[in-house]
């Protein structure tokens, strides 16, 4: 099993920035791709980014806002957000494919809030 805790989230202003951080924790894993996903109110929820061995690749709505990055020693994943906007208000859940005792599983986080307002 592969447990994941997310942190970072908050209140902040347009324009302002924010870091989520997902640490992953477990035995006899190996992590295939790390990801964001986000749900605002009343939505489903939506692929943010995503980070693997080889690349990173990100929605068109946070392109050139946001960067995703990992910390592969520590499996940790951030997402730095900047030039928040009120639309980016949702709960970020952190998203990890791993390989575990020889069987792919996909975890999720508990969700992070973030709410982008004045």
């Known amino acids: 099993q592969v447990q994941l805790v997310e942190s970072g989230g908050g209140l902040v202003q347009p324009g302002g920035s924010l870091t989520l951080s997902c640490a992953a924790s477990?035995?006899?894993?190996?992590?295939?791709?790390m990801a964001w996903y986000r749900q605002a109110p009343g939505k489903g929820r939506e692929w943010v980014a995503h980070i693997n061995n080889y690349s990173t690749n990100y929605a068109d709505f946070v392109r050139g806002r946001f960067t995703i990055s990992r910390d592969s020693a520590k499996n940790i994943v951030y997402l730095q957000m900047n030039n928040l906007k009120p639309e980016d208000t949702a709960v970020y859940y952190c998203?990890?494919?791993?390989?575990?005792?020889?069987?792919?599983?996909?975890?999720w986080g508990q969700g992070t809030q973030v709410i982008v307002s004045s």
């Open positions: 998203n990890v494919g791993a390989v575990v005792r020889g069987t792919n599983w996909n975890y």
């Open positions: 477990g035995s006899d894993f190996e992590i295939n791709v």
